[in-house]
């Protein structure tokens, strides 16, 4: 999946000691745009994790996976990031948000039908 949101806050981030090494994980807030906004926390781990890109204010595209998993009877969900980039780095411009004003069209011109006389099928 991708979202296109305003980065608005980021966690302090996390490090460990794992049976494969080193783990570095880092949680960022975005918020979405439109009439109702929502705030999102997604996950970045390990060299996804680029400080450069990560300007609190900063408008990013972020792709993302969604995963949930079962514990002691409960759900918890992830929104794992495979690749954060600002906005506008050659990706496309992202559909109106909900609620934002549909774009109006030129109304079609009127059919003129009075020199019509009804036999001129193509067929």
Do not use: H
Request: charged share 20%; glycine share 10%.
């Amino acid at each position: 999946m991708e979202l296109t949101a305003k980065l608005i806050q980021i966690m302090p981030l996390q490090t460990g000691m794992g049976k494969n090494g080193e783990w570095r994980k880092q949680n960022i807030i975005l918020e979405t745009d439109g009439m109702y906004p929502k705030k999102v926390c997604i996950t970045l781990w390990g060299d996804k994790i680029n400080e450069s890109v990560l300007q609190e204010g900063s408008i990013l595209n972020v792709s993302f996976d969604i995963e949930s998993r079962e514990y002691n009877g409960n759900w918890y969900t992830d929104l794992r990031a495979w690749k954060v980039e600002p906005a506008g780095a050659g990706a496309p411009v992202p559909p109106p948000a909900y609620g934002a004003a549909p774009q109006q069209q030129a109304p079609a011109a009127p059919v003129d039908f009075s020199g019509d006389d009804g036999d001129d099928l193509p067929f």
